[in-house]
Nanobody
Framework: QVQLVESGGGLVQAGGSLRLSCSAS????????IGWYRQGPGKQRELVAT???????NYADSVNGRFTISRDNAKNTVYLQMNSLKPEDTAVYYC????????????????WGQGTQVTVSS
């Protein structure tokens, strides 16, 4: 069974930094795009940043220049370095990945982690 497990959330003051990690485990053949979404209080889930298997990155305008996404393919892990955090960054951060499990077919499936809370105090 494929799983995504996030870590690294917590409470930080405005202007501070946090680093999130998300590791994929299970019988994985390959990972295509992997990234982060977030859902703030009373808000819909939104894209934060993604990185493709070719290392192309995509960022939400609200985090561009402050957050950096990277991946370690050998560890099936994606990271999100968050700097200059603002109170509006407060949210549950979810890892998302398109993964091809070691099954008989060639399909990629969409997986979500359980989420990690990030709280930025003013």
């Amino acid at each position: 069974q494929v799983q995504l497990v996030e870590s690294g959330g917590g409470l930080v003051q405005a202007g501070g930094s946090l680093r999130l990690s998300c590791s994929a485990s299970g019988k994985i053949f390959s990972i295509n795009t992997i990234g982060w979404y977030r859902q703030g209080p009373g808000k819909q889930r939104e894209l934060v940043a993604t990185v493709t298997s070719g290392d192309s990155t995509n960022y939400a305008d609200s985090v561009n220049g402050r957050f950096t996404i990277s991946r370690d393919n050998a560890k099936n892990t994606v990271y999100l370095q968050m700097n200059s955090l603002k109170p509006e960054d407060t949210a549950v951060y979810y890892c998302n990945a398109r993964i091809r499990p070691m099954l008989a077919n060639n399909n990629y499936y969409n997986y979500w982690g359980q989420g990690t809370q990030v709280t930025v105090s003013s």
